[in-house]
């Protein structure tokens, strides 16, 4: 979806690494992610060294969804304004108004009127000082950040640690994060992180690695199999048992 994004928003044609670097991908994937679009039926005109240019395919149908799907995506959308993160609450609706203008205008005027919404009681997720753009990005990046900490028994502490991912629930946002001090996982309470700046240190690619067995050891404990990690966090939620923990 990035992809054709950037294909029919740059001007024409559009070189490959311009490409690769809107969609941050490699070289390598691009190439691959053009040849599987263009046997998905999309007409993309231009060769690597050359350049690329979309040519709309009349005969592709328009993206469609059931009318439960709609309300689901909706409802998902809805919800991100209960996380007090404006940057995330944009996010959602410039996505769903580019999700909507490619809908039929039957399901379009759905997604305008749907019957879900979402709810939560006010003032109830602590407020959160740092940057949350600067803390996503280094998770994004896989970037160590420095960070003074107040835990729940008010004792300060300042450690580097490795960002792996952030978890939202109604009472609190969670990171969860590899601290260098301890050489262990440790969840943090965001609203708690009193100062957060960037410490430099990449830990590319082992966040994958880090979050798989993050989530086996968790599993472990419970008892469980370990679960398919389909994203930062399983169900993008996590348990806070080392909370606070020095």
């Not at 070289?27 to 998905?40: E, F, H, P």
């Not at 350049?51 to 809805?78: C, H, K, N």
């Not at 949350?132 to 990005?137: F, G, S």
């Not at 690695?209 to 966090?233: C, F, M």
Request: aromatic share 6%; net charge positive.
């Amino acid at each position: 979806m990035r992809l054709m994004d950037a294909l029919r928003r740059l001007p024409a044609p559009v070189t490959a690494a311009r490409l690769a670097a809107e969609t941050e991908i490699s070289l390598r994937q691009l190439y691959r992610d053009i040849a599987t679009l263009r046997a998905g039926g999309a007409l993309i005109d231009g060769a690597a060294g050359v350049g690329y240019a979309l040519t709309e395919d009349p005969v592709l149908p328009p993206q469609s969804f059931s009318r439960i799907e709609i309300e689901a995506l909706m409802l998902g959308i809805g919800s991100l304004d209960h996380l007090d993160d404006p940057t995330l609450s944009r996010a959602g609706r410039d996505a769903v108004a580019r999700i909507i203008a490619t809908l039929p205008d039957r399901q379009a005027r759905q997604a305008m009127h749907t019957v879900l919404r979402t709810w939560r009681p006010t003032d109830t997720r602590p407020e959160v000082a740092v940057d949350m753009d600067l803390l996503r990005q280094a998770c994004w990046e896989e970037t160590s950040v420095w960070i003074r900490y107040r835990d729940l028994k008010d004792r300060r502490t300042e450690r580097e640690v490795w960002p792996l991912g952030l978890s939202y629930s109604p009472e609190a946002l969670m990171l969860l994060a590899f601290c260098q001090v301890r050489q262990d996982y440790r969840l943090f309470h965001v609203a708690r992180i009193e100062d957060l700046r960037l410490a430099g240190t990449s830990f590319r690619p082992r966040r994958t690695q880090l979050l798989r067995t993050y989530v086996a050891h968790r599993a472990a404990e419970a008892g469980e199999s370990p679960p398919v990690l389909d994203g930062p966090l399983q169900n993008g939620h996590c348990s806070a048992g080392k909370t606070g923990r020095r």
